[in-house]
């Protein structure tokens, strides 16, 4: 018999580390739907014509594809089986052979829902989504091959009033996770495109992009070095330098900035959209805000076109939680061009780590049940379990050893499930009606009625 | 431009619906919970070598397939390429091809977890799992490729405590979902093959059971012509017949049945069994119950060999949208043979069904945003901000229009949306400070302050 694996870069989730998870979810869950985002669930499983050439030949290339069912191989003709033969036949065979693909991301099957329910949706459209995505990356520590997004967005307008919706909704989202330390870097990507035009390079942000976004993990210099590789002239980089400048406090900073880029009009366009949101967050009431204007923030992808976001915890060297930007043409692959919207990831896995390793969990979010009830006896168990009802009536989780073991044993099997408090019964306590509870933690042991033991759990404990 | 569409058997879940499905899944899921249920999550992908053979052949061939990443072509030889050309090629290139599949249900992740998972479970093991399955079945009405299962289940026992207690969770799962008028069906695979040595089919209670399964769908007569194909002789088929007669209460049947498998052991077991079930409930307490024994109840699957279950919704047309049983050998097939478990399902797409046609969703659980607040300026956005906050804090779901446009578009975005409260502020309002709040149902309109708003809609409104 073989003994059973699970496939590389997949996970169980048991008990305790589901239970933190739930905790995070419905935290998103509650404030994404608090701040108006309406719930959208799209199918795993998306045709492979919705998925392909959106993500690049990287992409595409990660896609975990669906063998058809049936007799597919009755389709295959003798060229493509002779083509198989030669070098890249899995590429020629691929698409007689895979017609579906698991979901990449949560952003395709959006546009796609958007497109196909255009007659329906009233715009703006805010929806949120939380489920998991697939990929067949190489799997190393923290990166798997099945996971969970949890996005929302808001399409169907240019509002920067939704760019200041989402400053607001992350730090709801991480001060009710109770991360109260965190640092929201904002940019803009027109900025990013005005420093593309002042230093001589212009249309070309997204290099830039792509070499700044590395520039936490691989140092200035390294970042200079891969723009010369890519063609950035001497004059460029030294240009540069202003982006790279320390600067104090905001005002001091944007002015800075509007003197560099006097020349590009789109660069004062998004110091503008930045200055606009900043007041919108200002208005808003919101205290102590964690945001951060840094001009290095470039985040990778090349579609954002406005604000982009990114979110870390601070005191921890786990990388960015939360991530999000202004896109102008989300549904333009499915024929629906022109579409603005704005949104913002948040990665579980990541948040739990933080979570995890800052202790942040709230007692009771990794907690399972309450109470243990433990008869000796038949007559003990038609004791226990009218009780049994009485504590779930008050919401406490509550459960019955179901067979009549050894004591040492029962209390052994709590410990294990790290229950607080046994309720032993024996043919004393179904004689006086005086139940022995045990605490599991001091070992203390006191004697009480039912009713009063549902008092005294609900007291000592979390209710859920 | 390819129009974009979705894969066969799949759907989106749109706000409204979503909303509803949620009210289920928070349902159960607290439900399950309170008895102690821990959750659990598996990976959607699992090795094909975990997932073949379990589900008999039509089972295998109803599994989705994931084409191997990579250059998988590269693997197949001459000699498989050649296969192909043949007849039920596919059947052979297949394992070439695949090595993973989607998770088809959630019993065997469940089992492969136990055994990878012995040496830190404490046994019982009470587990609950809500995650979807997919089936490469053909669709039809009420027939997905991929939905939801909802599972608990307890191993490591055999106590009829457990049976009690799947008794008492489907009550509060079906109270608390509203749904009050549903009839759990109860019955003892010993039982059945109790009857199966009585009429003198010894063994093979299987059969049996696949046949009366039916019972509720083709009637008694079909049952037998179907019994007399699988080859049971006339004598048997006739000395079945107390198994349909009429009867009246709880005890007067099970005396019946006692002295008509007087001569069978293993009938007499579950007829004892059943009896201690019924007593387990009753000293819990439960209210009103809805618990009916019926000799003819069977379910289809082999695997069960204790007390099997089955709910369904009263004043519907609908199968059954629960049930489950007890099985002896959950973990056998992955090397850890003798485990007892039972467990129960829930299948939200029919308890949705049932409670969209019989108007059981309360209110508010296919309601969205609350209030929508409507600026007509950016002063008066400023005043709005704060609101907005305020609302929020409150607990109440709240949105901000989030352009300028005419208020006759405004008010009839909040129209499409269902939104019950437009809250209308314009440079009266700002200079004031009394704002127009429309009732969007009734289309009266009053004035109040913005403390005085909160309080209104919070009084107005369901809170979550």
């Given at each position: 018999?073989?003994k059973?694996?699970l496939?590389k870069?997949?996970?169980?989730?048991?008990?305790?580390?589901?239970?933190?998870?739930?905790?995070?979810?419905?935290t998103?869950r509650?404030?994404?739907?608090?701040?108006?985002?309406?719930?959208?669930?799209?199918?795993?499983?998306?045709?492979?014509?919705?998925?392909?050439?959106?993500?690049?030949?990287?992409?595409?290339q990660?896609?975990?594809?669906?063998?058809?069912s049936?007799?597919?191989?009755a389709?295959?003709?003798?060229?493509?089986?002779?083509?198989?033969?030669?070098?890249?036949?899995s590429?020629?065979?691929?698409?007689?052979?895979?017609?579906?693909?698991?979901?990449?991301?949560?952003t395709?099957p959006?546009?796609?829902?958007?497109?196909?329910?255009?007659?329906?949706?009233?715009?703006?459209?805010?929806?949120?989504?939380m489920?998991?995505?697939?990929?067949?990356?190489?799997?190393?520590?923290g990166?798997y091959?099945?996971?969970?997004?949890?996005?929302?967005?808001?399409?169907?307008?240019?509002?920067?009033?939704?760019?200041a919706?989402?400053?607001?909704?992350?730090?709801?989202?991480?001060?009710?996770?109770?991360?109260?330390?965190?640092?929201?870097?904002?940019?803009?990507?027109?900025?990013?495109?005005?420093?593309?035009?002042?230093?001589?390079?212009?249309?070309?942000?997204?290099?830039?992009?792509?070499?700044?976004?590395?520039?936490?993990?691989?140092?200035?210099?390294?970042?200079?070095?891969?723009?010369?590789?890519?063609?950035?002239s001497?004059?460029?980089?030294?240009?540069?330098?202003?982006?790279?400048?320390?600067?104090?406090?905001l005002?001091?900073?944007?002015?800075?900035?509007?003197?560099?880029?006097?020349?590009?009009?789109?660069a004062?366009?998004?110091?503008?959209?930045?200055?606009?949101?900043?007041?919108?967050?200002?208005?808003?009431?919101?205290?102590?805000?964690?945001?951060e204007?840094?001009?290095?923030?470039?985040?990778?992808?090349?579609?954002?076109?406005?604000?982009?976001?990114?979110?870390?915890?601070?005191g921890?060297?786990?990388?960015?939680?939360?991530?999000?930007?202004?896109?102008?043409?989300?549904?333009?692959?499915?024929?629906?061009?022109?579409?603005?919207?704005v949104?913002?990831?948040?990665?579980?896995?990541?948040?739990y780590?933080?979570?995890?390793?800052?202790?942040?969990?709230?007692?009771?979010?990794?907690?399972?049940t309450?109470?243990?009830?433990?008869?000796?006896?038949a007559?003990?168990?038609?004791?226990?379990?009218?009780?049994?009802?009485?504590?779930?009536?008050?919401s406490?989780?509550?459960?019955?050893?179901?067979?009549?073991?050894?004591v040492k044993?029962?209390?052994?099997?709590?410990?294990?499930?790290?229950?607080?408090?046994?309720?032993?019964?024996?043919s004393?306590?179904?004689?006086?009606?005086?139940?022995?509870?045990r605490?599991?933690?001091?070992?203390?042991?006191?004697k009480?009625?039912?009713?009063?033991?549902?008092a005294?759990v609900?007291?000592?404990?979390?209710?859920?």
């Amino acid at each position: 018999m073989q003994k059973p694996t699970l496939p590389k870069g997949t996970r169980d989730f048991g008990p305790e580390q589901m239970r933190k998870r739930l905790f995070i979810f419905d935290t998103i869950r509650q404030t994404f739907q608090r701040f108006g985002f309406q719930p959208l669930e799209t199918p795993s499983i998306e045709n492979l014509s919705t998925l392909t050439g959106k993500y690049g030949d990287e992409g595409d290339q990660l896609l975990f594809k669906i063998l058809n069912s049936g007799d597919f191989a009755a389709s295959l003709t003798d060229a493509d089986l002779d083509a198989v033969r030669g070098s890249g036949g899995s590429k020629k065979l691929t698409p007689k052979l895979a017609e579906k693909g698991l979901r990449y991301d949560l952003t395709v099957p959006f546009a796609r829902y958007v497109v196909m329910n255009r007659n329906n949706i009233a715009l703006p459209f805010k929806r949120y989504q939380m489920q998991p995505v697939w990929r067949a990356d190489r799997p190393q520590k923290g990166r798997y091959r099945e996971f969970y997004q949890c996005d929302a967005d808001v399409v169907g307008t240019d509002s920067l009033l939704c760019e200041a919706e989402i400053v607001l909704m992350v730090h709801e989202v991480f001060r009710n996770l109770g991360v109260q330390h965190f640092t929201l870097k904002i940019n803009n990507r027109k900025i990013l495109a005005g420093i593309a035009e002042v230093i001589g390079v212009p249309g070309q942000e997204s290099t830039l992009s792509v070499a700044i976004d590395k520039l936490d993990k691989i140092g200035k210099d390294k970042v200079l070095d891969e723009l010369r590789e890519r063609g950035f002239s001497d004059a460029a980089i030294a240009s540069l330098d202003p982006l790279f400048a320390e600067t104090t406090d905001l005002t001091a900073t944007l002015n800075q900035l509007k003197n560099w880029l006097a020349t590009s009009e789109i660069a004062q366009k998004g110091i503008i959209e930045l200055e606009e949101t900043m007041q919108l967050v200002e208005q808003y009431g919101l205290t102590n805000p964690r945001i951060e204007f840094d001009a290095t923030l470039a985040r990778g992808l090349s579609y954002y076109t406005g604000a982009i976001f990114e979110v870390k915890a601070n005191g921890v060297s786990i990388g960015s939680v939360s991530g999000g930007g202004r896109y102008d043409n989300l549904t333009g692959a499915f024929g629906m061009p022109g579409l603005s919207g704005v949104g913002i990831s948040f990665g579980v896995d990541r948040i739990y780590d933080v979570m995890d390793e800052l202790n942040l969990f709230p007692t009771g979010a990794g907690q399972g049940t309450t109470v243990l009830l433990v008869p000796f006896d038949a007559d003990a168990r038609a004791v226990a379990l009218p009780l049994l009802r009485q504590l779930r009536t008050a919401s406490i989780v509550a459960e019955l050893y179901p067979d009549f073991a050894k004591v040492k044993k029962m209390l052994e099997y709590a410990n294990t499930r790290t229950i607080p408090f046994v309720v032993l019964i024996g043919s004393d306590e179904v004689q006086t009606g005086q139940l022995s509870v045990r605490n599991m933690t001091t070992g203390e042991q006191q004697k009480m009625s039912a009713d009063e033991v549902v008092a005294f759990v609900q007291q000592k404990s979390p209710v859920r």
